[in-house]
């Protein structure tokens, strides 16, 4: 049986008040009050609120990257789960690029979590560990359009189903990737 880690608990707790109260009014003793842990406990683990979100966001999006194997069929499988994941937690991110300080910074941190998960899926697609500058370009460029697209869909701008958005991704996807991502 695997037991959750504090910073599990603290993130869960975090989830779990967002469900209820805008972003930028949570603080640090509402989610270790509703987990009964301390102030010290929060602080051993992250340096504020947007550290837990950045941690948390993180660790969904490893997991989710982390299963491409490098062929087409496990990238689609990548690119549904995504596309799930943002369904499934539509609300929790709404809340998130709504009511966080500044949402371009928040959008940028995303991205920044997303190009350093596909960068290590690709490196070790390559059996790698340098990409040349180009191919690192557009693991930033796909990275920063999906994730802009993706935020834009969750606020509402586009009214497509999870299918379609699986539709784009796959085609946003630029062609020097695709060898790495879905040969």
């Not at 660790?59 to 496990?74: F, H, M, T, W």
């Not at 549904?80 to 928040?106: M, P, V, W």
């Amino acid at each position: 049986m695997k037991r959750k880690t504090a910073k599990e608990i603290l993130a869960e707790s975090f989830r779990e008040l967002a469900e209820i109260k805008p972003i930028d009014k949570i603080t640090v003793q509402d989610i270790t009050k509703n987990c009964e842990y301390s102030s010290a406990t929060f602080y051993r683990q992250f340096r504020d609120k947007y550290d837990l979100i950045a941690w948390d966001y993180s660790l969904d999006v490893e997991k989710i990257l982390g299963r491409a194997k490098g062929d087409y069929e496990s990238w689609m499988r990548v690119l549904r789960e995504a596309a799930d994941f943002f369904c499934k937690q539509k609300g929790y991110i709404a809340n998130l690029l709504l009511h966080t300080n500044g949402y371009d910074s928040f959008v940028r941190n995303m991205t920044e979590i997303h190009y350093e998960n596909l960068k290590k899926c690709i490196l070790k697609s390559a059996g790698t560990d340098r990409l040349d500058e180009k191919l690192d370009m557009y693991i930033r460029l796909y990275c920063q359009g999906t994730v802009a697209l993706t935020g834009e869909w969750i606020l509402g701008k586009y009214n497509v189903e999870m299918e379609e958005l699986v539709e784009i991704y796959e085609k946003a996807l630029p062609e020097p990737l695709k060898c790495y991502l879905c040969a």
